[in-house]
């Protein structure tokens, strides 16, 4: 047998030693912020035999034309392999303001209204530290992608949430358009603090695809109160069953007229490459929006991060230019991902009803939300700490018993909010056949069990 050597042992208790400061170690910034759901039901994921069907990533390859866009940028020009321009690899940020411009109607300046950053969760911090000062109150829709949250607090801000609500019965088959916002509470979030609203459209975790009568509720809010917005539109390309995707950056709550500034002036729309081409590893976003607001994002990423990876972008940039040349016709990817996704959506659907999930039917993203108000009445008392919201406990038990990953709904809730919103859990369509497949076996083991 080994014996641990001395030099290993060292080491090691040297690890395990832990800093205690008198000052307060960590910055007072992460005060509140510092426990993450997500990690548990990674880790939970990782120590089951299960089929994940929690974590929003394509589990197959990106379109052949990205990867060789990827190999050729790797194998190619050397200097790619050097720093690029601050704000985004000049290609990219021309594609960028041309493909936008065009899709959103407005002009747009490669140097001036488009920043490429890591990822749209980059493009969302840059903006929340570069516009949310101490104080300033952010409206946010909720249920919401959970880090708009800590990136608001972080930046010295208060995060004030609103809440969609289903207007179909619990229990039934509905769909994500059921979510709705009451115009009233709404108005009712706005205060002379207010600095920033963020939309989230196609939604994560429901797959609501706000309408143009949403839209411009918020959008006259946003005007009437002076308030900015952030419009997070990285799943712009999946919507389903003839829903159209609309940013809040071309809706005018007047009849457009020149004269009058509409919502481009004061919104900041961000997108992802990772959710575009299903390439999550890639890691490049963007912010586009108006010179004077962009000015200041340029000036955090300029004293941040600097750029992102010369490579990825020039990758992404071959992307769009092809995307630009097929876009509207039956070879463009942007088309070809959602009729995919349109079936592994309608699978998911027919396959958890069997076993008693209700999944209601999303209009948009990769993601459907199910009830599972049926389980909270049959099996209340599943195991967990007894202020554990219940789809925390559910979840817990599929990955356990069944072998199936979900990720409890409450996490995209407030605090104060997750005890009305404890019994959904999101499941994850954008997967291979194999892992439908896979999700279909645990399923109809299920079923089995569940017959008397
Ligand atoms: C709504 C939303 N915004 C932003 C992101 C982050 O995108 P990226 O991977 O490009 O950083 C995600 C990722 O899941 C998301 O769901």
């Known amino acids: 047998m080994n014996l641990p050597s001395v030099e290993y042992k060292a080491n090691h208790s040297q690890l395990l030693r832990t800093l205690t400061m008198a000052k307060q170690l960590q910055a007072r ?43 050729q940028a790797v194998s ?117 603090h207010t600095k920033i609203l963020v939309l989230n459209t196609p939604n994560n975790p429901l797959g609501k695809v706000f309408s143009k009568t949403e839209l411009e509720l918020v959008a006259d809010l946003c005007q009437k109160h002076d308030v900015l917005c952030i419009s997070d539109e990285v799943y712009q390309w999946l919507v389903y069953d003839g829903h159209q995707h609309i940013s809040i950056g071309i809706c005018s ?77 039956p070879s463009s990817y942007f088309l070809q991902l959602p009729q995919a996704m349109r079936l592994n959506r309608d699978h998911m659907v027919r396959s958890l009803q069997s076993v008693g999930l209700q999944p209601l039917i999303p209009q948009g993203s990769y993601f459907l939300i199910a009830d599972i108000s049926d389980f909270k009445s049959k099996m209340p008392d599943l195991p967990g700490a007894a202020d554990e919201p219940y789809d925390r406990r559910f979840a817990k038990w599929m990955i356990k018993n069944k072998g199936l990953v979900a990720i409890p709904v409450s996490i995209f809730f407030s605090r104060p909010h997750q005890k009305d919103f404890d019994h959904y859990v999101r499941f994850c369509f954008v997967k291979d056949e194999a892992t439908l497949q896979a999700m279909d076996e645990r399923l109809r083991k299920w079923r089995v069990e569940l017959q008397p």
């Not at 190619?76 to 601050?86: E, H, P, R, S, V």
């Not at 004269?259 to 976003?285: C, E, H, Q």
């Not at 929006?289 to 990876?309: A, E, W, Y």
């Open 253 to 329: 709550p007047w009849p457009r007229v020149a004269s009058l500034p509409g919502m481009w002036d004061r919104t900041l729309t961000i997108g992802s490459a990772g959710k575009s081409f299903s390439a999550t590893g890639w890691k490049v976003g963007w912010a586009i929006g108006p010179d004077n607001i962009m000015k200041h994002l340029r000036t955090v990423h300029q004293n941040s991060i600097f750029h992102c990876p010369t490579q990825a972008q020039a990758a992404v940039a071959q992307c769009f230019e092809r995307e630009q040349q097929h876009f509207g016709q």
């Open 29 to 71: 910034r992460l005060d509140g912020i510092d426990h993450n759901p997500w990690v548990e039901f990674v880790r939970l994921s990782k120590e089951y035999d299960t089929v994940n069907l929690g974590q929003g990533f394509p589990d197959f390859s990106p379109p052949d034309f990205a990867v060789q866009a990827f190999q």
């Open 76 to 192: 190619g020009d050397f200097m790619l392999n050097q720093y690029t321009t601050a704000f985004g690899y000049p290609p990219l940020t021309k594609i960028l303001a041309s493909f936008f411009g065009k899709l959103l109607g407005q002009e747009m300046d490669p140097l001036k209204n488009v920043l490429v950053t890591v990822g749209a969760y980059g493009a969302l911090f840059t903006a929340f530290q570069a516009l949310v000062d101490e104080g300033d109150e952010v409206i946010i829709i909720e249920p919401a992608f959970d880090c708009y949250e800590p990136m608001t607090m972080m930046a010295g801000g208060r995060p004030v949430f609103v809440s969609l609500k289903p207007s179909a019965p619990k229990g039934q088959l509905g769909c994500s358009n059921d979510w709705q916002l009451d115009p009233t509470e709404l108005a009712s979030k706005f205060t002379p």
